[in-house]
């Protein structure tokens, strides 16, 4: 496993953007799959965006694929989503996971091995 942080989030506007950084320890990042997935308040946990381990695949939820991109730089341990044009639908917590897979790039939340604390994503109408 590695250990994820998060962060970047805050207070918005509605068509606003924010960056959200995941910074990862260990050796061994470029072996794993990253995701971003987010859970407001009352709600499950739902899939945003997930990357590859070498950035070559990348899969959105319907809700962001338009408006959020998930990026890495394995060379710094760090994967970021950026996200543009908020709604305040996108209000929520963001979390950061990990699955240890140079082949799969899962989307749900039982897939990955490790997981942030969460930054939190708050955007006003």
């Known amino acids: 496993q590695v250990q994820l942080v998060e962060s970047g989030g805050g207070l918005v506007q509605a068509g606003g953007s924010l960056r959200l950084s995941c910074a990862a320890s260990?050796?061994?990042?470029?072996?794993?799959?990253m995701g971003w997935f987010r859970q407001a308040p009352g709600k499950e946990r739902e899939f945003v965006a997930v990357i590859s381990w070498n950035g070559g695949s990348t899969y959105y939820a319907d809700s962001v694929k338009v408006r959020f991109t998930i990026s890495r730089d394995n060379a710094k341990n760090t994967v970021y989503l950026q996200m543009n044009s908020l709604k305040p639908e996108d209000t929520a917590v963001y979390y950061c996971?990990?699955?240890?897979?140079?082949?799969?790039?899962?989307?749900?939340?039982?897939?990955?091995?490790?997981w942030g604390q969460g930054t939190q994503v708050t955007v006003s109408s």
């Open positions: 996971a990990a699955r240890l897979s140079r082949v799969l790039v899962p989307t749900t939340p039982t897939a990955f091995d490790s």
């Open positions: 260990g050796r061994t990042f470029s072996n794993y799959a």
